[in-house]
């Protein structure tokens, strides 16, 4: 008969030798671990490697559509002259400025930032993923983050370095340190979304972001839904009007329209480009914000050139055709939508002052920053016969007049709302 401790003792000395088997063999199967440092770095520039070759493919797209539009551009360029080329509007496309000799051209044509952020993001995912599946130890979002930014922007310094034209009486460059800058500020914010989405789906990080503001404060994120809901139909809005008014133009025959194929597919090009931008520049517009239309340049500290204001409310600024006043329904809807929407979700339907309230001030500074990204200084022949064309509204009129549309129109879309669901 065996004795009760013995049988623990032995039992507990079978677990035990179980467990050393299977670690065993575990590290058996397992492949050899590379140096953890290694292998993040090669993660993170993975990603801003695959991006870069992205970004320089967009540049390249640009010149392309500038060669289409006009015909003597880059005749007699080589590969190389090509690709640097190619590299200095993709740069460019960063943000970083575009100097032209004394000119200094300046954009960010959020569609082709919109292309690179879903570029960098899937990237970053992927190789996160990869990671995991191989065993090895990913870095965390915000680490992965940061040193696809810094890579970036070090590839960014590089290009701008590099690719340059230095002879002739006019060089064309990018601004260096504008170019790591640039380049490290979106290679972080996209790497730490994509980094996040390798964990979990978009939509998942999105509902746990609205539940954390949701904890945190009720009234704040019932302001934000509202207030997205105003921004994105009036965004809608807008580009609805946009169309509206390329049709009649066409109709009317009042602005010269080349139908080659050419001129088409440069067309095509700029559409998805900078279509982000005209839409914003548009909400702006019908918020009251004054917009500037027109060429002007800058040469060592001097500007010349005309630029046209718009505005619906006429700050100083040139008469502004009739038709442009059809542009205020775009927030008299808009934020009539948002109220109506915050009173559908509001818990308490007696908090109308601090729900609209905190509302209209979500909508005045998320305007302000796309407003602010979305100015257009371009190219001449797309806004203008000469000299750098520029179309860009006042960010701070813009935020300032979102605010308070936001709290006029959305305190009376609150209360149709209210009289329609009989409260």
Same mark, same amino acid.
């Given at each position: 008969m065996v004795h009760p401790r013995d049988d623990d003792r032995a039992?507990?000395?079978s677990g035990t030798t179980g467990v050393l088997d299977r670690l065993r063999r575990e590290h058996r199967i397992r492949p050899p671990a590379r140096p953890p440092s290694l292998a993040r770095f090669r993660q993170a520039s993975a990603s801003a490697g695959l991006a870069f070759l992205i970004l320089l493919c967009m540049g390249v797209f640009l010149l392309l559509a500038l060669r289409l539009q006009f015909g003597q551009l880059g005749a007699g360029f080589n590969p190389v002259a090509i690709v640097a080329a190619g590299a200095i509007l993709a740069l460019a496309t960063l943000g970083a400025p575009l100097h032209l000799g004394e000119v200094e051209v300046s954009v960010i044509p959020l569609g082709a930032l919109c292309a690179l952020g879903i570029a960098l993001i899937w990237s970053s995912s992927t190789r996160i993923s990869a990671a995991r599946k191989h065993s090895d130890q990913p870095l965390g979002p915000l680490s992965?983050?940061?040193?696809?930014g810094g890579i970036f922007g070090l590839l960014c310094l590089l290009a701008a370095l590099v690719f340059r034209f230095r002879g002739g009486s006019d060089p064309v460059s990018v601004g260096a340190f504008q170019a790591l800058l640039w380049g490290t500020v979106w290679g972080s914010l996209?790497?730490?979304l994509g980094a996040l989405r390798s964990e979990v789906s978009g939509a998942v990080q999105i509902a746990a972001l609205g539940r954390a503001i949701e904890a945190r404060s009720r009234i704040a994120y019932e302001g934000l839904c509202s207030a997205l809901v105003m921004l994105i139909s009036g965004a809608v809005l807008s580009c609805a009007a946009l169309l509206l008014?390329?049709?009649v133009a066409l109709v009317r025959n009042s602005v010269p329209i080349d139908l080659s194929w050419r001129s088409a597919a440069a067309a095509l090009i700029y559409l998805v480009a900078f279509a982000p931008n005209v839409v914003l520049i548009c909400l702006g517009m019908s918020l009251g914000a /004054?917009?500037?239309?027109?060429g002007r340049i800058s040469v060592a500290g001097n500007s010349f050139g005309r630029l046209t204001e718009y505005s619906l409310l006429d700050w100083g600024g040139e008469a502004t055709p009739a038709a442009a006043f059809v542009l205020l329904l775009v /927030?008299?809807?808009s934020c009539a939508l948002g109220g109506g929407a915050a009173y559908r979700q509001a818990v308490e339907k007696r908090a109308l002052l601090e729900v609209v309230g905190t509302a209209a001030l979500w909508l005045g500074?998320?305007?302000?920053i796309l407003v602010a990204l979305a100015e257009a200084r371009l190219g001449a022949g797309m806004l203008g016969r000469r000299g750098i064309a520029r179309a860009a509204a006042? /960010?701070?009129s813009a935020g300032v007049l979102a605010c308070g549309w936001g709290a006029v129109l959305g305190w009376v879309g609150w209360k149709l709302q209210e009289w329609r669901s009989g409260g």
């Open positions: 039992r507990r000395g992965h983050g940061a040193f696809t996209f790497g730490v008014w390329a049709i /004054p917009v500037e239309v027109g /927030p008299l809807i500074v998320l305007v302000l006042d /960010p701070l």
